[in-house]
Antibody, heavy 120, light 106 residues
């Protein structure tokens, strides 16, 4: 059973860079899966940020594309999210997930989420 | 982007009720429609894919239907553990978008 665990700073200053990692256990990040980031602002719904394939191919939400990078680190069996020029609107719980291997675009296994606040 | 609209936003219900949640897409998505359940403070849980296929382990009281732009999630007999927020998600085209959620309330 794969397990995912997000980690990173819980507080980021405005105009700074949000950097999170998702450690994968119980499975290899090099296997044929897409790996996804989703976020949820306080009291609001879910927003798809983007995804990365194990070979490094990425898809991003156009609303964030100019600021976001998702990458894979095979040596550490983890993947990462970087979001630049953050504002208060980026305050959210950030989830990492592994997509279904057979159903395109569906996060089937999720981490517990990590709360990130953008504030000075 | 494809917009996903759920109704209602909140649904008062009782244990044993049959409830239906509706999700509408702003354009046709065939059956690329998925449902998630989220409880407070927890990550979403994947329930249904392809509009009507139950993920392994999901109780049979959950069912989904629809195609094109209009979809429904039905819970045939509400159990106490079903009180949660439900989200639809389209996986027809990037960016994959979610509905705003429907909160099942006691």
């Amino acid at each position: 059973q794969v397990q995912l665990q997000e980690s990173g700073p819980g507080l980021v200053k405005p105009s700074g860079t949000l950097s999170l990692t998702c450690a994968v256990s119980g499975g290899s990040i090099s296997s044929s899966y897409w790996w996804t980031w989703v976020r949820q602002p306080p009291g609001k719904g879910l927003e798809w940020i983007g995804e990365v394939y194990h070979i490094g191919t990425t898809n991003y939400n156009p609303s964030l594309k100019s600021r976001v990078t998702i990458s894979v680190d095979k040596s550490r069996n983890q993947f990462s999210l970087s979001l630049t020029s953050v504002t208060a609107a980026d305050t959210a719980v950030y989830y990492c997930a592994r997509n279904s291997q057979t159903i395109v675009g569906v996060p089937s296994d999720w981490g517990q989420g990590t709360r990130v606040t953008v504030s000075s | 982007d494809i917009q996903m609209t759920q109704s209602p936003s909140a649904l008062p219900a009782s244990v044993g009720d049959r409830v239906t949640i509706t999700c509408r897409a702003s354009q046709s998505i065939s059956t690329y429609l998925n449902w998630f359940q989220q409880k407070p403070g927890k990550a979403p849980k994947f329930l249904i894919f392809g509009a009507f296929n139950l993920q392994s382990g999901v109780p049979s009281r959950f069912s989904g239907s629809g195609s094109g732009t209009d979809f429904t999630l039905t819970i045939s007999s509400l159990q106490p553990e079903d009180f949660a927020t439900y989200y639809c998600q389209q996986s027809s085209s990037i960016p994959y978008t979610f509905g705003q959620g429907t909160k099942l309330e006691i």
